[in-house]
């Protein structure tokens, strides 16, 4: 974590945490990323009863190119109970969970007054739950208050804030800043999705070896609505006691693709504007993009969120993807479109922004924000 | 060739060709596809003076995974001259050669009265010559007389015939008979195409290896001309004395990327229709498609042009690329649109529909229209 | 099949056949290969429990670039019990089954009297069954009538024939001549595997991609072991009733290692002989062998078993793998080694010649050497 | 560069030095580690013709996956003349030359007075050049005196230092402690190499991909020669004034492969020692080695130079290249072979320490030991 220090006066003592579904692989980029956190200290992770009560190097095949750090293997793999990280006396709780498991689970533990930072789809259309991004929507945070209320987490404190899918990530943060300056009327995405979005075992390599798949069950769905709800506002909608997301206004099509790429998602845009813009109004608004994220100076988030490459064949997943230690997303190729506005391709790394780092963007912006205390509530 | 027996009378001795070009991977396809050919017997083959003057197996390193056919290997290699097919009386030759050799040759190929069926761009934009695809607009071949009046090519009978962009081939297509039905106004189209579409050594593998790249260069463009073209019609504009081709009036936007695949292009499309449709008159509409090459069941034509796949995850390169020796279009995935009408993935050889086997189809439907007699005009 | 035709006169009516364990790559190369078949006719086909019940095509995710054939697609799956085959009338069945299951499976076919050409390894190392590649040891098929009289099959005539691991195979077919011209002293042998050789799903892409696994469980017992029985001999122990195998006296160490490779072994050998021999005479003992599969013109059997590369950077799987329909082993490099006599690289279809393609040759030689019959015993 | 801080007192002003042939992969990666090294300041880079004269961001097409540091994008590339270091006043220049243009080209640097760090082939065979790897054979360095004595570089103070060929530096690293233990008789290897080692363009995708190459030309007779000179000793030659290398007494047998990797070599190693050890002393011998690299701290070394895997089915090349930032030498599998003595493989980075890494590690070493002051001599 090279990241600049943060202007945020870290806590006192570092903020016990857990990771519930730690073996997989966005499991393991959690426990990689917070090993050395400045304000996070991971006191218990969970598991399947697969892979409970046993070390953490017996029960998960490490997969990151980075060793697992020594103490890490040696932590001991709770089973999936609230119990687990109550008992540890954690405050946050991050999600790796698959969505099945996910479901009650994430609901149990905000119901027991515990921080819930999810990178699991369960429940990122619940009507007051964040698909929060800092990069793109640091302001809908401020729903929580309004969630707790509406599910009786007040008293103890508890909550959930999803991420978005990995697709849609990188879509969003690239659709924000236009949102601002112009207004979107409408977008084509065509996505070249890594392997590791499958997880481990994931996609066999007799299925991706010298081939694409042209088909991602679910995520065309999750892309055409998510931005929807990550872009939009929040208001009241009449009968409802409390503020929820009313998504925004614009259309999305999407087409998504499995390649032949470790980690990186690509994404082809054609994009329909409110108002006309210039090219270099387009490049300028992307490269001086600013979220709440730079201006705090959490300790993940990227100097720009953006970094608009202006070489014909950029971005590339190998090449770009690791910008920033992951937290970036590229956008290249900026060009007028024949059809619609402009045409944009984007690359973000999935398993970092995407999922596991991306959440704990989220949480580093609660913190900030005074969503997170060192006791619970 | 497996393929069924045409319905027409083969020549009484097989025609002579020659390939100019012969060394690349479009060279090594036309040789290995002309080497059993029922209609047509090789007698000359040409290349660059580094080439020249060697036998084939020493000049070209074969990168087919089919043997190198023996008589083939021990030909000669003959410089790239219009002097080279003269005198092995070649009536037809097969063009692989680069853009900037093919340019002046093929007119000078032409203009000694050979038949020219190219897959060089050099000449697919002229007036008068025809991008042509059996599968898809085989009544083109109708304008070779106004070429060879246009061009004074009509005394000694040669002509340009050129196949279109690999890109472009698998996509018109596929449109073709939505065009016949229903009327294409717009569409939007993403590449992923294979890295043998760039030749060899073509792209290294330090640089496609876990990673796509989003730029090819012309292949937009490409794809967003030929597409009218192939899908327009012979007309006439005021002040010239000939027919010329005028532009189909859609619109088409495209984004090309470049993929770990051999071969097999990848294309996903998003159309917008004239006429509204259901989801069963567009299948039915692909999967009954019939061409020319069909009802005269030229050699090299597959059964059905188009293969309608509804598996949810096909088509697929490395499994639907080689259905009926690679002169089949794969389309899947047919599915609504949210923005435009209709949805589609589609997957196509571009080494042997998209090059050289389109190629040879075209000299097959002339040879059966008429446009090819056994001895030069 | 477009091999020569046989010099052996075909059954009067198709041999009925089965296939143990459809569903897996194995199992679906058996029954693409059976599909036309000249002798064997497939009358059953069998899975487990989870496939059991389903049509064939809604039960396997066909994995090889060739359609599926549709008689086969409609096939129902039997279960894996002797019934299923016995109630179809096959004569033979081709085991495709996973180790744990096939080793008693495979024993209560024979009993009742089923001839078992099987590619699990449960029986290879048993006494009286032989590991047989015709490439390289028809002669022990002759061990058939000692098995049945050991183990009690005379009477309903079945009887166990394995073939060997897929890595064994090619080497092997590489050493029988050398073996029977020089000798063997001692030799060792790393190998480059391909993933097909995991099955599906078998090796994650997250594994394989931009890497290499130097351990493949069990292999390398596999190869230090079956060449020994498979170049052994036929002969007598004290003590017992029965011939038996006796192994060569030579020893073989063996590394083996996946790479990503779709098909196709690759194997670099270092050999010390007993007899000194010249480079030509290495070369020339390896080129001009021949096997009775190929004097008995095996319908699957290739003009050579052995394919002489002498270009300095063959064999490659994917030039190489492919020859001959998969049945060739190819050998390459052929040159002097430092410390040993010899190293060379060979090459062959780990799914063809090393998997189901070798049982199907096993089968062929079988009914050309009357151990099948069209009716059982 | 976060290795622990070193025992040896910085330079006062850190030393100028230059990379000759800065736009390959190679080269690029000496800029990538000189960037911010705590010893050298990188003053001046040369490459060929094409690329003298302009910026380094406009000749080079940078391949590493971070970013190229902006003060370098801007340096100008001089062309490949001695005049080129010595007008930049450079104490040390570092070659990623191909041979070719290296042979004499860095006799004239070092006649001019210059400190050569090669990473080419050149020069490595010649009687008083030292083929230096910390790691293993760090004591000759001493030879230098000699070769300027016999070189008449002496006066200048100049002197040519090379690197190892990438797959012996692997190779030698783990054979030093096994020498030095218990002698080494004779030993196999075989290698799976990274394309990256073939440079850039280098290996085509066509070639490589769902294949492997059985061929690197000139690679084995180089891994047969360069162990025995680089754990050979210094000494004296009859007729001969100086002393030179006496090669290591061993034999070695290599096979050498091409697979796709990007970084990372892969060695399956059989060997036989001169005395008998116990598995348990064969992994301790390893484990332990501690090279004078270690002792000095030099600020590029690794805190172990061997890192002995315990897992069945390590090292591989993706998880294990990058341990301490890739100066590392992994090794696994150590087991008894049958032929030999023990089997065992090896896995290291070819770009760092098998090349770029490695050159600078030579030349931490020379300024430790003294042979390089911050004024030519």
């Given at each position: 974590m090279s990241a600049p220090s943060s202007s945020v006066a870290p806590p006192a003592e570092r903020i016990l945490v857990g990771v519930a579904g730690c073996t997989g692989v966005v499991g393991q980029r959690f426990l990689s990323m917070l090993a050395e956190h400045p304000w996070f200290r991971l006191a218990a992770i969970s598991a399947s009863d697969k892979s409970a009560g046993k070390r953490y190097d017996e029960a998960a095949a490490w997969k990151l190119t980075t060793d697992l750090p020594a103490d890490i293997a040696a932590m001991a793999v709770l089973p999936n109970t609230v119990e687990s990280f109550l008992a540890a006396k954690c405050v946050v709780v991050f999600s790796a969970l698959d969505t099945g498991v996910a479901t009650q689970f994430e609901l149990d533990l905000a119901a027991a007054g515990i921080k819930v930072f999810s990178n699991?789809?369960?429940?990122?259309?619940?009507?007051?739950?964040p698909i929060l991004i800092p990069h793109a929507n640091a302001e809908h945070i401020a729903i929580l208050p309004a969630q707790q209320r509406a599910m009786g987490y007040e008293e103890k404190g508890g909550y959930i804030v999803t991420n978005a899918n990995c697709s849609s990530t990188g879509l969003v943060v690239a659709l924000r800043p236009l949102q601002d300056a112009f207004g979107i009327d409408s977008l084509f995405v065509t996505t070249l999705q890594a392997i590791s979005g499958a997880g481990y075992p994931g996609v066999p390599s007799l299925d991706i070896t010298d081939n694409t798949i042209p088909y991602i069950s679910g995520e065309e769905d999750k892309m055409e609505m998510e931005p929807q709800k990550i872009l939009g506002r929040v208001g009241k909608v009449e009968g409802e006691k409390e503020e929820r997301f009313i998504p925004a206004g614009f259309k999305v099509s999407a087409q998504c693709n499995r390649v032949h790429v470790i980690d990186g998602h690509q994404e082809c845009v054609s994009i329909k504007l409110k108002q006309k813009a210039t090219l270099e109004q387009v490049q300028a608004c992307l490269r001086d993009w600013q979220s709440e994220a730079q201006l705090l100076r959490l300790p993940s988030a990227p100097v720009h969120p953006i970094h608009l490459h202006t070489a014909a064949n950029r971005p590339q997943p190998r090449l770009d993807r690791d910008r920033e230690r992951g937290f970036v997303v590229t956008v290249g190729r900026v060009r007028e479109c024949p059809l619609f506005d402009w045409k944009f391709t984007l690359c973000s790394h999935n398993t970092v922004l995407g999922a596991a780092g991306g959440s704990i963007l989220n949480a580093e912006l609660a913190y900030a924000k005074g969503y997170i205390t060192q006791t619970k509530k």
């Open positions: 699991a789809s369960s429940h990122r259309m619940d009507a007051r739950v």
